[in-house]
Every structure is written in structure tokens, then in C-alpha cells.
């Protein structure tokens, strides 16, 4: 049995076909659509006929997208940088569109869900996962289950607040900066470079040269996610920590975040265990195979 798989970003839609094991069979991606709700429909309807053209008949459709979803009826409250689907059932659209049984996950969760299928939360009960985008995206596992929330809202670590003060604004949220975008600020600031002339290959191109400024922001950065990890550790005390995104391929990334722990965990009682941090086993490709899972275990093949 294949699956058609879609993952919708702010700039591309991805799409697989995959089978029941979670191998791919065929890969490729597509501009988004924002701004005009039928048109995006129309690209992802229009790509799933020209698999099933191509492959036959296909077993069922699994998205993952950001926003806050009802994965038990398919509706989107918000659809991240996706607003033309705010508030519209897209699991039900696409079902009668498609004649196949549809799932919608967010996208931090369906990376989580890789991981606990086949990833590096495979042997683990309970687990948090962070992945670093452009904000923080996440998702708590208990007991192999994803936590959801009465409002959908659990492991929304962007909202999460940094600082105390009563003068707050939207820029107090880890969200704001906690992103890759906000070591990518801190490292511009550092070497007084233009903001948009850096990127994030770039910046770990300074970094992973040794250059001091650099390096430098990388481990106020992770200071600032250790800090965090280290209070979720405290509410949740899970098996392990996984960190996702792109700059999580960057080896310097976790070498550097365990540095910064390690200094926390100095100041602690000795009789406290240290969390324990790994990066996700999946990077490109995790928010498709969580999605397929997710889908898998709604209607088994």
C-alpha cells in the first residue's frame, strides 16, 4: 500500500510517496500558496492525482503543517504561514476531493513522531522534542502518546516566556528570538553585520571557523536553550530531550548546548540528574515520516 505525504512550509510544499514501512518512493516539492485558499487546495489535489496517475491507486493522504490542529477531526484552527486555511477542516476537503481517508498533524509533532517510531525515541517512555526554525516549535511524548492539550496548544514552546516583568510585549516569548534567526541576529550584531546579508549557513561557516565573535553568540544562544531545557526538565523529567531543525545538523550546535547544561547542572544539587540532549534522527525528511505514522496509526495499513 503507498501513501501520498505532504509537509506545507511557509515556502515549499514537499510531498512523498511512501509506503506502509515509511520508505520513500518518490520525493519532490512545490511553491505554497498563502494568500488564496483555492489555489493552494487546487496544487496539493492537483499533485496527489498526478502521483496516483503515475503509482495507482493510493492508500490515504497524511499532511503535516504548522498551526494548531484538531488531529482527531482534521480541522485547522490556524494554519501557521498558511492563513488561507485558518479555520476550515482540511482532512474533510481533501477525503471527499481525494476519496481517501485523510490526517492533518502540526508539524513539530509529526517531527516528533519520526522519532518515536523509528528515531532516536524509539526505546524511550516519555521525551520532548524542540525543533529550531524559524521560531521554536515542539512537542512533549508521555507514555508514547503526544500530549495535545484541551485548546491543542501543548508544545507550543514559542509562547513559552523568558523573562519576568510587567511591562511585557510579544518579544518577551522564546519564540522571538529563540528561533535560528535569533543566533543568526546575535552573531550580525556581534561583527556588525547587516542582518539580512547573513544567513544561517553563513553564520556556522564563522562559527565552525573558530572565529571568537561568533562563537561567542553561540554559547549565549545555547545558555538560553539550555535554560529552558533544563526547566522543562524540571516539570516533566523525561527519558530525553531532541533537538530538531536545520541548524541541529550542525555538530558544534549539541557540543556546545551539553557545555552549557553542564554549567547549570554545576550549580545544582549533586543528587540531580543531568537531562539528557541528543539531536533528532531525522532532519529533511522527519515531518513527513511522523505525518505517515500518525496516519498509519489512525487507519493501519
Not at 500500500?1 to 511512501?18: R, S
Not at 481517508?101 to 524511550?124: C, H, M, Q, Y
Amino acid at each position: 500500500m503507498n501513501y501520498f505525504v505532504v509537509d506545507v512550509g511557509g515556502t515549499f510544499v514537499k510531498y512523498a510517496v511512501m509506503n506502509a514501512e515509511g520508505e520513500f518512493i518518490e520525493k519532490g516539492k512545490f511553491p505554497s500558496i498563502a494568500d488564496d485558499r483555492q489555489r493552494f487546495l487546487d496544487s496539493i489535489e492537483t499533485q496527489f492525482h498526478a502521483c496516483e496517475e503515475k503509482y495507482g491507486s493510493l492508500a490515504g493522504i497524511a499532511i503535516s503543517m504548522a498551526g494548531i490542529l484538531d488531529v482527531e477531526t482534521g480541522y485547522a484552527y490556524s494554519g501557521g504561514a498558511i492563513f488561507c486555511v485558518n479555520d476550515m477542516n482540511i482532512a474533510a476537503y481533501f477525503s471527499e476531493k481525494c476519496g481517501v481517508p485523510v490526517t492533518i498533524e502540526n508539524d513539530a509533532k509529526a517531527a516528533a513522531l519520526a522519532e518515536l517510531w523509528r528515531g532516536n525515541l524509539s526505546d524511550a517512555r516519555d521525551g520532548v522534542v524542540i525543533v529550531i526554525g524559524t521560531a521554536i516549535g515542539g512537542a512533549v511524548i508521555i507514555d508514547r502518546k503526544v500530549v495535545r492539550g484541551k485548546d491543542f496548544f501543548a508544545g507550543e514552546f514559542s509562547y513559552i516566556l523568558r523573562r519576568d516583568g510587567e511591562n511585557r510585549d510579544f518579544s518577551y516569548i522564546w519564540g522571538s528570538d529563540g528561533g535560528a534567526r535569533g543566533l543568526i541576529g546575535m552573531i550580525a550584531e556581534k561583527k556588525s553585520i547587516p542582518y539580512e546579508e547573513l544567513d544561517g549557513f553563513k553564520a556556522f561557516e564563522l562559527i565552525n571557523s573558530g572565529d571568537q565573535e561568533a562563537v561567542s553568540a553561540l554559547h549565549v544562544y545555547c545558555a538560553g536553550l539550555a535554560t529552558r531545557i533544563w526547566n522543562l526538565h524540571a516539570v516533566l523529567n523525561p527519558d530525553r530531550f531532541l533537538i530538531g531543525g536545520g541548524i541541529s545538523e550542525q555538530p558544534i550546535l549539541l557540543e556546545t548546548l551539553r557545555e552549557e547544561i553542564g554549567k547549570i547542572m554545576a550549580v545544582m544539587p549533586d543528587n540531580l540528574k543531568e537531562p539528557e540532549v541528543m539531536t533528532c534522527m531525522y532532519f529533511n525528511d522527519s515531518n513527513l515520516i511522523g505525518a505517515l505514522y500518525g496516519h498509519l496509526v489512525r487507519y493501519p495499513a
